[in-house]
């Protein structure tokens, strides 16, 4: 089945730096998907991609859909300590039975003040 | 606007004691519905996934059920519960239109004793 592997697995910065993570699959996906989660709560939708290429901003994160459609970023510019949380990449395949999404692994962020 | 609720909020049960957690989504019609398990706050794992009233799709073998008696009304249940059932239980839903993100409820922490 696909899987979708996410790095960093954690990172630890500074209040104000700006943050990087990706995701990259063996096979292609149709969309793909950012969460982010609180602690003891549900992972709330940022941002979602549907073409190959696209870029898309909220705030101060910026996703991009890989071209190869393969692949996908998360940026966060000038990080504040609410963003401490873990985030979630998803893709999705058109045509998946239950439009299911298959999930990466999770990068835990800490924003130190 | 949607919204989806899960209940209860945090659980804590004897080993072999029955278990039923309830999941409702208000504010749209045939909804898709899921359940997830993720354990340690890390990897979201599909359990059920539901695309109508009375249709489950189970994805893993495991020692619990999901049914779907209504529409937006999704359940998880097991008749005796083990240890390896402790986690967090996410319920989402999502459009029945291809690619439609999914989105989570705010989790059932639950504890085997």
């Known amino acids: 089945g696909q899987q979708l592997n996410q790095s960093p697995q954690s990172m630890f910065i500074q209040e104000g730096e700006d943050v990087s993570m990706n995701c990259t699959s063996s096979?292609?996906?149709?969309?793909w998907l950012w969460y982010k989660q609180d602690p003891g709560e549900g992972p709330v939708l940022l941002i979602a991609l549907y073409k190959a290429g696209e870029l898309t901003s909220n705030g101060r994160l910026t996703a991009q859909f890989g071209i190869t459609r393969k692949d996908s970023f998360l940026n966060i510019s000038a990080s504040i300590p609410s963003d401490v949380g873990i985030y979630f990449c998803a893709g999705q395949l058109r045509g998946t039975s239950g439009s299911r999404l298959t999930f990466g692994e999770g990068t835990q962020l800490t924003v130190n003040p | 606007s949607q919204t989806i609720h899960q209940w209860p909020a945090t659980l804590v049960q004897p080993v072999g004691s029955p278990l039923s957690l309830e999941c409702t989504v208000e504010?749209?019609?045939?909804?898709?519905l899921y359940w997830y398990r993720q354990a340690a706050g890390r990897g979201l794992q599909l359990l059920f996934y539901?695309?109508?009233?009375?249709?489950i799709s189970s994805e893993v073998p495991q020692n619990l059920s999901a049914s779907r008696p209504q529409d937006r009304q999704f359940i998880l249940s097991s008749k005796k519960l083990l240890l390896s059932d402790s986690g967090f239980y996410l319920c989402a839903w999502s459009n029945r239109a291809s690619n439609q993100p999914q989105h989570f409820g705010d989790g059932t922490r639950l504890s085997i004793l």
């Open positions: 539901s695309v109508g009233i009375g249709q």
């Open positions: 504010g749209t019609s045939n909804p898709n």
């Open positions: 096979s292609i996906f149709n969309t």
